[in-house]
């Protein structure tokens, strides 16, 4: 049975580190949420770490910018750990071959040059990644839709299809389906993924719910704390991505049903009805350990 909470701190002292979704759960792609900053400093002051874990597609350098340019405050946090730090890792290890066609936006171009320190040691120690043509490439690199603020994945269904003829796998910089930036919905990587897999294409995912990116995110956890066995609460708006992750890395959860589901649950986003949403989460036949309206 999942316990709606009202505030982080009701739970906090129960955990050494938490995981913490960023879009819909610290900010909205366009400003932070300051009752959740506030959050996340309060669970810091107390001794806690917090890891900020997103299906971001870009190195976490571009994220960490991201966030200085809403003013989160860096004492919220730890380290960033994201999708596409852990998909460059797949990447650079010739998880697609070595020469690729990418799809993505002008933004994730960092995705080829910049490397967190314990990535640029394994960029250094294999071959170059040489970006090809489509019909010249040994696999797909995806970090979202070029244009995600006027493309949806009907956009690409005759590249998507000619990959498929090709054979190509695609490398998926972000499994999320959709994201609210503001109060508009927008297409990312997962959802070109979905609608490749659905032509009959393979497509291999590295951040959450996936193994690689808490994989990634307890080895930068460990460089900050010694304990050998932290207890790691895991936040997120997303159910099948921050939940059912969490859940299979045998984790606690705190869904945040204010975020990408905001609408199921009644009128008032800070207070979720239980009537609501127990059958809501029986119907996705997941089970978070918590939920909350707003982190906070």
């Not at 009202?6 to 913490?20: G, H, M, N, Q």
């Not at 159910?239 to 059912?244: A, L």
């Not at 959860?253 to 609501?276: K, N, R, W, Y």
Request: hydrophobic share 45%; charged share 20%; net charge negative.
């Amino acid at each position: 049975m999942t316990d709606i909470i009202t505030k982080l701190a009701e739970i906090s002292p129960r955990y050494d580190a938490v995981f913490c979704d960023l879009w819909g759960c610290l900010h909205n792609g366009i400003a932070a949420y300051p009752a959740a900053v506030a959050a996340l400093q309060q669970f810091r002051a107390s001794g806690g770490r917090v890891i900020l874990l997103t299906n971001a597609p870009r190195p976490k350098s571009s994220v960490i910018a991201q966030l200085d340019q809403m003013a989160v405050p860096r004492d919220a946090w730890d380290d960033v750990v994201t999708s596409g730090d852990a998909a460059q890792y797949a990447m650079l290890t010739g998880a697609v071959g070595r020469r690729v066609y990418f799809i993505g936006a002008e933004k994730d171009e960092p995705f080829f040059t910049d490397f967190a320190e314990d990535l640029a040691a394994v960029a250094a120690a294999n071959p170059p990644i040489t970006r090809v043509p489509l019909s010249e490439a040994e696999g797909i690199v995806c970090t979202g839709l070029a244009e995600d603020a006027s493309e949806t994945p009907a956009d690409y269904h005759a590249t998507l299809l000619m990959a498929k003829t090709l054979g190509l796998p695609m490398l998926c910089a972000n499994p999320d389906i959709t994201v609210h930036w503001g109060d508009k919905l927008l297409y990312c990587a997962g959802a070109l993924a979905q609608a490749y897999e659905a032509l009959g294409g393979q497509a291999l995912y590295f951040g959450k719910p996936h193994p690689p990116i808490y994989d990634l995110a307890r080895r930068r956890l460990a460089l900050l704390d010694a304990k050998s066995d932290p207890q790691i609460l895991c936040i997120g708006d997303g159910v099948h991505t921050d939940v059912q992750g969490a859940i299979g890395e045998g984790l606690d959860a705190l869904f945040v049903t204010g975020g990408l589901a905001m609408d199921e649950f009644g009128p008032d986003v800070e207070a979720p009805d239980p009537v609501l949403l127990a059958p809501w989460l029986e119907s996705k036949m997941l089970t978070p350990t918590y939920a909350i309206g707003k982190l906070r």
